[in-house]
């Protein structure tokens, strides 16, 4: 119904074919869309009274959830900006002000933030203060950075918020999605605003190819409502979003199996929203051999770290650059190894090193 006006006239007759209703309210809850289905059939007497007036509740329960979030997302936004911190907002909250513009139809688990890793440490001690929990120390946000790529901040108070602090784009350990973060730092950003504060969010092609990545890279986002999400983006933008840099982009950062797969769903769900010339040439791309290989390591439930270790190399193509992958593997930084194996000792930190060579060797002849 947003994006055709034949739309209404096929749920109408729809709604007439005798349809199980409970089996469409379930299918809405389950995608996470009852607020977007009430948005769109209310006061259309297209569903029974009965299951509009519990989308209707699923409505207005998420305007509230998620007007207490982004109250908290502004005062947070406040506080970094005093202390000169760059915030990029991602996924939910951007979506539902940026793109939505309705706080009441996206639902939002959490607030998703992107920093730089040198702004880490001052905006984890700005939202540990904000949520009111202990910041962590030094070492411990070394760790971190070394070998995390988000970190979870829960207010202690009422409401319980829930900050998503990421310093890459996406939770991926697959080295060119690093390239894309770095390459949103510089070129995919666009400016909007929560609760009438300035902010910044991605791009029309930054956000299209991040909400496909997200989808494809964390099984739990295969929903409807990431897939609506990628749609509803690609028509919001429709006049200005360029398909050829978008494509170009999706190649440089092995982005094209996720481009490829939202793309071959929403033209089954909604046909005639991407253009078909469009459609054909993202169909007919090719995968580079790391993208592929890491495809396969992150679908697979053996995510053994010797085949995310060939995916990586298979992305890089000069040898200094394997060579440096493989050297940081092998001797992570010290306060990494501190933290991940709990020793204060110089002369065990350096033991550390050689457990973990045999450990990773027991794994791979034991797989």
């Known amino acids: 119904m947003q994006w055709s006006a034949l739309a209404e006239e096929r749920a109408r ?5 005798n349809l199980d209703w409970n089996a469409v309210r379930q299918l809405a809850e389950a995608e996470e869309l009852a607020p977007f289905l009430y948005h769109w059939v209310r006061g259309k007497d297209l569903v029974p009274a009965p299951l509009e007036q519990r989308l209707a509740a699923a409505y207005h329960n998420t305007a509230a959830q998620n007007a207490l979030q982004l109250n908290d997302l502004a005062h947070s936004l406040d506080l970094l900006a005093a202390e000169g911190v760059a915030v990029v907002v991602l996924k939910g909250a951007a979506l539902s002000e940026g793109l939505y513009r309705n ?6 688990e959490d607030v998703d933030l992107l920093v730089c890793p040198a702004a880490l440490p001052r ?3 700005i939202l540990s203060d904000y949520c009111g929990v202990p910041a962590l120390s030094e070492s411990q946000i070394d760790a971190l950075v070394e070998r995390e790529r988000e970190m979870i901040l829960t207010k202690a108070e009422t409401p319980a918020t829930v900050f998503d602090l990421h310093w890459q784009a996406l939770d991926s350990p697959y080295h060119p999605h690093t390239r894309f973060t770095n390459w949103l730092w510089k070129n995919g950003q666009q400016p909007f605003e929560i609760g009438n504060r300035p902010a910044r969010m991605l791009d029309r092609q930054a956000l299209v190819l991040h909400l496909c990545g997200h989808r494809v890279i964390d099984p739990g986002r295969r929903t409807l409502l990431w897939l609506y999400d990628i749609a509803s983006a690609i028509f919001h933008y429709r006049d200005g979003l360029e398909w050829d840099e978008l494509i170009d982009h999706a190649q440089q950062f092995d982005l094209v199996l996720p481009l490829q797969q939202a ?8 046909d005639g929203l991407i253009p078909n010339p469009v459609a054909r040439r993202i169909e007919n791309l090719t995968a580079s051999r790391g993208e592929w290989a890491f495809q396969d390591w992150a679908d697979s439930s053996d995510r053994a770290q010797v ?4 995916a990586n190399l298979a992305s890089l193509t000069h040898w200094r650059a394997r060579v440096g992958y493989v050297l940081g593997n092998l001797f992570p930084q ?8 709990a020793v204060r000792d110089p002369f065990h930190i350096l033991l550390t090193y050689p457990y973990r060579w045999l450990q990773s060797l027991y794994r791979v002849v034991c797989r």
């Open 13 to 17: 007759r729809l709604a007439a074919a």
């Open 103 to 108: 706080v009441a139809v996206r639902p939002m």
């Open 123 to 125: 905006a984890i001690k």
């Open 263 to 270: 793309v071959a769903a929403i033209c089954a769900e909604w």
């Open 307 to 310: 085949r995310l270790m060939r």
């Open 334 to 341: 010290i306060q990494y190894m501190r933290h991940r194996y």
